[in-house]
């Protein structure tokens, strides 16, 4: 289930209120912080994203990667994809750093099979 809130126009008020709502880091009363957010913010404009939460699209990120990498020795142009629609999941999450770390991970996985292929011709 899933709670949509929508603003007609922009206010001051809106704005603090979305900014309290999907701030990682709040300070209590008390001093101490909390380390976890309420909401995600959505595109309302791009449908496609509007499917899944920012927290959706990094655990289908993770889930891609955990996949590629077990499809890694048995077949390397799945795990190449795999790791694709990980990096797609990332970047629709906004998770530059998981999504720059899958990037490596397929130009590595990329790079080792080239060289595979060539020493199996060569």
């Known amino acids: 289930d899933r709670l949509f809130f929508a603003e007609t126009s922009s206010s001051i008020s809106g704005d603090a209120f979305v900014r309290w709502m999907t701030t990682n880091t709040l300070k209590r ?3 101490s912080f909390r380390e976890r957010a309420i909401a995600t913010s ?3 404009t ?3 994203n509007m499917t899944m939460t920012q927290d959706e699209w990094l655990a289908s990120g993770i889930s891609n990667a955990e996949a590629a990498e077990a499809e890694e020795n048995v077949d390397g ?8 629609k990980a990096i797609y999941c990332f970047e629709q999450a906004k998770h530059g750093e998981f999504a720059r770390k899958a990037k490596v ?6 790079f080792r099979r080239k060289i595979l292929k060539e020493k199996r011709s060569g």
């Open 42 to 44: 959505n595109n309302i």
């Open 105 to 110: 991970h397929l130009e590595s996985l990329q």
């Open 29 to 31: 009363p008390d001093g």
């Open 77 to 84: 142009a799945t795990a190449e994809s795999l790791l694709e």
């Open 46 to 48: 791009d449908i496609e």
